[in-house]
């Protein structure tokens, strides 16, 4: 239940991980499928499948955990400004 | 609990991945299909397309959130100064002549004092403060 949780609240940074690792599967593919050939027209399917698609899904991983990263400093953002908020307002020494 | 996109950026986040995903799918759909490698580099192109429109849009994503939290902070390290200042004084008890008596200004200087400031404390000061001055940042008149 506790591991349910955790992937509840960390459900970015957990897509961002299994998106890097499906980036760099994809990576890997393309380099396994272009070095398996010597001829230009079977190569260039797998710079675009492995090699740009990779890439692409690299990329996505990282914004996904750099978001997680805005939307925790955000949270916290929330909570100070409800302290603030109840500063001014005296209910808070 | 808030976040720090708009709506309006959050659709063109998808609108970016899904147009990107679509032309490298398109890109690869394309090259695979035929064995003339001039044809395919089209397709190369059409694929390269895809990532720069993917990464632009979260590029654009990622800045707009940063610049968010930051216009936040400033927002809430500006009010919390506002709160930690001292309050204000009192303005002129009655056995003084006019709040402007309180308030000193340097000969050509553009700032108006209280007369306990340190910046003035020692200089030659007159009480004529005008109406141009603006009130000092130190001693805040």
Redesign the interface.
Known sequence: MELIGWLRAQWDRVAAWVVIAAGAVALLLGWWGVSGSGFPAQQIPYVISGGMVGLFLVGLGGMLWLSADLRDEWRKLDELDQRLAALADGTES | ????WRVGTVVSLYLA?VV??AL?VA??YG??G????AA??V??NV??L??IV??TG?VV??LY??R??RA??RA?VA??ME?AAPPRRPTASPTSTTPTALRVAIHGGARFHRPTCPLVVGKRTTARIGTKRIPCEACRP
């Open positions: 609990m808030t976040l720090p991945t990107g995903g490298l890109g690869w090259a695979s035929t064995g003339d490698v395919q580099l397709w190369l694929a390269a895809g990532l993917a990464g979260n994503w990622l959130g940063h968010s939290v936040r902070q809430l009010r919390g709160l």
